[in-house]
């Protein structure tokens, strides 16, 4: 698991690759977390392009991150986001349709 990320135009851009399961999520959110809080962005972005696998802790990542990224008045938005984990989110009910933007 690899996670990149960078700020531009206001907007902070996560790239995950690989997996989001538990052991992963946990450095990510830390991650997450500390960048939000350090840019301050008004919209943050999770390329999910390279992920291959997610269970139910990337939708609780997500879910804590909308909930840091609003704390401080950014948007958050999924993008690039494959057919079978849109099914994981889905199954959720936490997500609305207009999260997601493919690229």
Do not use: W
């Amino acid at each position: 698991m690899n996670v990149k990320h960078f700020m531009e135009d206001k907007t902070l851009v996560f790239e995950i690759t690989e997996e989001l399961d538990h052991h992963s999520c946990e450095k990510i959110r830390k991650r997450a977390d500390y960048e939000i809080q350090r840019f301050m962005p008004r919209k943050v972005i999770f390329d999910f392009e390279r992920v291959l696998f997610m269970d139910s802790a990337g939708i609780g990542l997500i879910i804590g991150r909308y909930k840091t990224a609003s704390s401080y008045g950014a948007k958050l938005e999924m993008i690039n986001v494959k057919e079978k984990i849109k099914r994981v989110f889905n199954m959720s009910r936490n997500t609305k349709n207009n999260t997601y933007n493919n690229r």
